[in-house]
């Protein structure tokens, strides 16, 4: 798909069924529609840099949308980020980031998800059709999540650095398997404690039973959190690998 010459982004409100999440809509500035993609962001939220990956696909000639999916909490920015994160540098990030990501039941991630499709399809920007998901970090979760729930408005589905994706709890995201028929991608993180080699293969094997076409790729040396530039765990190289996955993953579907 070629890129267009320029892109249009703009602060947008989705009326969800409890309350309104603000969100993020961008599109190449130029005749449409387009194919939508909804991304979902890792646990620090809507912020500067998730934009700029939307803007991204938007060069490439897809209408994304990037919510706040901790509107519930209040609008972005949730949480008092610095320009760069370091986790380890403030732990009490997570002191304040950790009570909100688990308020965020899976319930929750579904009822929201309906609400989000609903504004990609009534945008007369995005073309008619399913749509793609993104998700990172926690975000991988929710896009499988999405997916499942879903199935006739999903046509792809991605997740990098996805965390907990296979656990034995009875709401894991792995079990929603046998009702996604989207094309289903994951680039796990070498050496990701929230998502051990054992999780790994429960998700590759859940997916394989049940007949969903995907791919799982661990991706060497790169750590949870590799695709956000603005963390201390961002690794260019699985950056670059992350984008040709996924673009090559949009231009097969649309």
């Given at each position: 798909?070629?890129?267009?010459?320029?892109?249009?982004?703009?602060?947008?409100?989705v009326?969800?069924?409890?309350?309104?999440?603000?969100?993020?809509?961008?599109?190449?500035?130029?005749?449409?529609?387009h194919?939508?993609v909804?991304?979902?962001?890792?646990?620090?939220?809507?912020?500067?840099?998730?934009?700029?990956?939307?803007?991204?696909?938007?060069?490439e000639?897809?209408?994304?949308?990037v919510?706040?999916?901790?509107?519930?909490?209040?609008?972005?920015?949730?949480?008092?980020?610095?320009?760069?994160?370091?986790?380890e540098?403030?732990?009490?990030?997570?002191?304040?980031?950790?009570?909100?990501?688990?308020a965020?039941?899976?319930?929750?991630?579904?009822?929201?998800?309906?609400?989000?499709?609903?504004?990609?399809?009534?945008?007369?920007?995005?073309?008619?059709?399913?749509?793609?998901?993104?998700?990172?970090?926690?975000?991988?979760?929710?896009?499988?999540?999405?997916?499942?729930?879903?199935?006739?408005?999903?046509?792809?589905?991605?997740?990098?650095?996805g965390?907990r994706?296979?656990?034995?709890?009875?709401?894991?995201?792995?079990?929603?398997?046998?009702?996604?028929?989207?094309?289903?991608y994951?680039?796990h993180?070498?050496?990701?404690?929230?998502?051990?080699?054992?999780?790994?293969?429960r998700l590759?094997?859940?997916?394989?039973?049940?007949?969903?076409?995907?791919?799982?790729?661990?991706?060497?040396?790169?750590?949870?959190g590799?695709?956000?530039?603005?963390?201390?765990?961002?690794?260019?190289?699985g950056?670059?690998?992350h984008?040709?996955?996924?673009?090559?993953?949009?231009?097969?579907?649309?």
């Amino acid at each position: 798909m070629t890129s267009p010459q320029g892109i249009k982004g703009t602060d947008v409100d989705v009326r969800t069924g409890d309350g309104v999440a603000d969100a993020y809509f961008v599109h190449p500035d130029g005749p449409g529609p387009h194919p939508g993609v909804l991304l979902y962001q890792d646990a620090f939220g809507l912020r500067p840099h998730l934009r700029s990956m939307a803007d991204r696909l938007a060069g490439e000639g897809y209408a994304v949308l990037v919510p706040n999916v901790f509107y519930r909490h209040g609008r972005s920015p949730v949480f008092d980020l610095p320009g760069f994160i370091d986790p380890e540098a403030r732990p009490e990030i997570w002191q304040a980031i950790g009570p909100v990501m688990q308020a965020l039941t899976p319930e929750l991630v579904v009822r929201d998800a309906d609400a989000y499709l609903r504004r990609l399809e009534e945008d007369p920007l995005v073309a008619d059709g399913p749509v793609a998901v993104t998700g990172y970090c926690m975000g991988a979760r929710l896009a499988l999540y999405t997916a499942g729930a879903h199935p006739g408005r999903v046509a792809a589905m991605a997740g990098f650095h996805g965390g907990r994706l296979a656990t034995d709890a009875p709401d894991s995201p792995h079990l929603v398997a046998d009702r996604v028929t989207a094309e289903v991608y994951f680039g796990h993180a070498d050496a990701d404690a929230s998502m051990p080699p054992e999780q790994q293969r429960r998700l590759e094997e859940a997916l394989t039973a049940a007949g969903v076409r995907h791919r799982c790729e661990v991706y060497p040396g790169a750590h949870h959190g590799y695709t956000q530039a603005d963390t201390s765990a961002y690794d260019k190289d699985g950056d670059d690998r992350h984008w040709a996955a996924l673009l090559d993953l949009l231009a097969r579907t649309f």
